[in-house]
């Protein structure tokens, strides 16, 4: 009894070493099986060649541009593709002779006050400087901007450019006078010069927000005092000088005058950048 008492838990023991190398076994049959037949499978799958790999790719890449979802619009986006397709598809090509703006005098719908004449012709203006220099007397900047409808300072700027392109072509510079003509054509300068009209002195406008200055009731404050205040020359000063500027004699500037102001304007440094390093 007490020899069958010592084997029992013996017995039990090798019960289970017997269970655990079953199992162990079984385990390494069935990876054994596994890999032998992963091993057959990739041995009866074709070799891949360049060729394939591209072929696969592009398959791919076709596949998820097939699947891939259509971009959605916003509101505003669709409603704007209608408009070019619809009403808007006017403003998709310019109009020669003309301007082709949303409205007929305003290139900014947004900015109401901004109404620009339509520019001199090349050939208006060569009119207006052969003129002068035909007869500068006869023809003063004064008559020019009276008979063609256009300011004193316009019809200044006109001579002085003239004179400009005139020393140019002296020098063998060469002129765009293609480009010049394309653009006329799209800013409608060939409208009539009738319809231009312009004053010949500038108007001056009502500009900056208004200023108080607290004074005594018997103190004298007269339009010089303000002017000194607000910084500005009197108006009535300011008045006197813009016709003086205007009545006095326009002469075209020289060569030599006009190579000496390019040359003042070239720009200069007045300053130099240093990086400081402020991490320390």
Known sequence: MHTTRLFAPAAGLFKGLARTHIQI???????QRHFSNTFQTRNEEPTKTPDNVEAATEEEVIEAVEEAEPVKLSRRRRAFHEWV????????????GTTNYLDASKPFPNNPLFQPRP?????????????????????????????????????????????????MEKNGMALQKK???????????????????????????????????TLKEDAS????????????????????????????EFTLPSSSATSVTSNDH???????????????
């Open 221 to 248: 404050f007269s339009p010089k005092d303000a002017a000194d205040v607000l910084g500005r020359i009197p108006f009535k000063d300011l008045e006197k000088l813009v016709i003086a500027s205007e009545q006095a």
């Open 179 to 213: 480009f010049n003509k394309g653009m006329e054509q799209l800013m409608g300068v060939d409208q009539a010069i009738e319809s231009l009209k312009e004053p010949l002195i500038d108007i001056f406008p009502a500009v900056g927000k208004p200023r108080f200055k």
């Open 119 to 167: 520019p001199l012709s090349d050939a208006r203006r060569q009119e207006i400087y052969d003129a002068f220099i035909a007869d500068p007397e006869e023809w003063s900047v004064r008559k020019l901007a009276t008979k063609f409808g256009v300011s004193l300072k316009r019809i200044e700027a006109i001579l002085t450019l003239k004179a400009s392109e005139k020393e």
């Open 266 to 280: 070239r720009p200069t440094r007045h300053g130099k950048f240093v990086i400081v390093d402020t991490s320390s």
């Open 25 to 31: 076994s079984t385990i390494g049959i069935s990876g």
């Open 85 to 96: 397709n619809g009403n808007g598809s006017k403003y998709s090509r310019p109009a020669k």
